[in-house]
């Protein structure tokens, strides 16, 4: 094969993300894994109605979100003193002098990333999830998406706080608010929905959609 | 390591003249350097990745030393004041008896920093070698680092709690120290070091190998 290869030819293959073996593209039915195999990484896992149910999980995580950042969060009793935090409290708890960059940095990471990962989630999915054709920039919004994934740490938050209760058990009473479930819904329900996410498969999907 | 001896029949795409896309798979010719179905941008190797991987390892690596020097936790309970370093916070724990919780804060602050440090100058150091090593070992190796690294962040996010909770000015007080800062650069910064590590790298010892 040379650089003139027709790309008809080259969409009939897929290169491993991991470690760059050639396959062919086959059908692989709904249910089924298709794994490299030189590195066994999963390269396509398609699941029926796999898009429904990410947007549906995704547009329930932001729902959540969005309570979990104004409810109460926990509250603390000791000697007949009670203090309460929100998650914003926990995000401000940095802010004091030069440690301001550290609560930006916290905010990003437990509220600002995960909630714009499942709006952008929403955004780039939605229309294929109903039939439509991809959104405007669909494609841009997706891999914004997938680069803050990384950096979106709400399931690290939620067991931090368990240490937090359990570092303060001892010494005072701690009563988890309704932000608490719901920031440990959000989290269930999140690390659900990335189950189904197959990225190859979404961009095979959005490809085909674009062109139709 | 049955899958090794079926290796050397694998056709890559840089071997064919192609250039796959790490981010969604489609497969380019040789000359295309924007992917046409995701925009990511394409490069068969990425020669100064390497180079990256040492830079953000070190940066990583500098800022653990006065994570773990300076107080990450300030404890005030009536005017005294209590400075917690990161190992003293989890020996505390250990030594009011809550066993588990003290394992989870020492494996996430200690063990998986410098496990990761020391995983990741191992995988970049023999992604330079041209002999083969095993390299299902070193793929699983940079997986459990890639997904691991971000959990030492717990530490960064148990501070904020605590010192968000406990304000009963003169009773007790909590407060963060300047350690929780450069731990979370050290975190943020080894992360950055792991995304840059191209796996690609660690198998291309078997096709140098056999050609």
Redesign the interface.
């Known amino acids: 094969m040379t650089a003139t290869t027709p790309e008809s030819q080259l969409d009939a293959l897929i290169a491993c993300p991991t470690c760059d073996a050639l396959h062919h593209v086959t059908v692989v039915i709904p249910g089924a894994r298709a794994r490299c195999h030189r590195c066994g990484t999963t390269l396509m896992a398609p699941r029926t109605g796999a898009m429904t149910r990410i947007v549906m999980l995704a547009a329930t995580a932001a729902i959540l979100m969005v309570a979990a950042v104004f409810f109460p969060f926990l509250e603390l009793q000791a000697g007949g003193l009670s203090r309460q935090s929100s998650v914003l409290g926990a995000v401000l708890a940095f802010s004091e002098g030069w440690m301001m960059p550290l609560a930006v940095a916290v905010g990003a990471m437990i509220v600002a990333l995960p909630f714009a990962r499942l709006l952008a989630i929403t955004y780039a999915l939605a229309p294929m999830a109903l039939g439509w054709r991809p959104a405007a920039q669909a494609e841009r919004v997706f891999r914004w998406a997938e680069a803050m994934r990384p950096w979106a740490m709400a399931e690290i938050f939620i067991l931090g706080v368990a240490v937090a209760m359990v570092k303060v058990a001892g010494l005072a009473k701690v009563t988890p608010g309704p932000a608490f479930w719901a920031f440990a819904a959000l989290v269930l329900v999140t690390v659900l929905k990335d189950n189904f996410m197959c990225r190859l498969t979404i961009w095979k999907t959005l490809e085909e959609r674009r062109r139709s | 390591m049955e899958?090794a001896r079926?290796?050397q029949a694998?056709?890559?795409?840089?071997r064919?003249?192609?250039?796959?896309?790490?981010?969604?798979?489609?497969?380019?010719?040789?000359?295309d350097t924007v992917c046409?179905?995701?925009?990511?941008s394409l490069q068969s190797r990425d020669a100064k990745s390497l180079q990256r991987v040492w830079a953000w390892l070190a940066a990583g690596m500098v800022a653990y030393i006065p994570a773990n020097i300076y107080p990450m936790l300030l404890t005030t309970n009536f005017g005294k004041t209590q400075e917690n370093t990161i190992v003293g916070g989890a020996i505390e724990?250990f030594l009011?008896g809550?066993w588990g919780?003290a394992l989870?804060?020492f494996a996430a602050s200690v063990l998986i920093p410098i496990g990761k440090f020391i995983a990741i100058g191992y995988l970049a150091l023999s992604a330079r070698s041209k002999v083969v090593i095993r390299?299902?070992g070193r793929?699983h190796l940079y997986e459990v680092v890639?997904f691991i690294g971000?959990?030492s962040?717990?530490?960064?996010?148990?501070?904020?709690?605590?010192?968000?909770?406990?304000?009963?000015d003169f009773?007790?007080t909590v407060?963060?120290g300047i350690a929780?800062?450069s731990f979370?650069l050290s975190v943020?910064f080894t992360?950055i070091s792991a995304?840059n590590f191209d796996?690609?790298t660690?198998?291309d010892a078997y096709e140098e190998d056999d050609t």
């Open positions: 899958n079926r290796t694998v056709l890559t795409a840089r064919a003249g192609l250039v796959g896309c790490t981010g969604c798979g489609k497969v380019h010719a040789a000359g046409r179905r995701c925009g990511a724990l009011h809550s919780v989870i804060v390299g299902h793929q890639e971000r959990w962040m717990i530490d960064v996010f148990v501070v904020a709690i605590l010192s968000a909770l406990v304000r009963f009773a007790a407060n963060p929780a800062v979370a943020a992360m995304q796996p690609r660690l198998w």
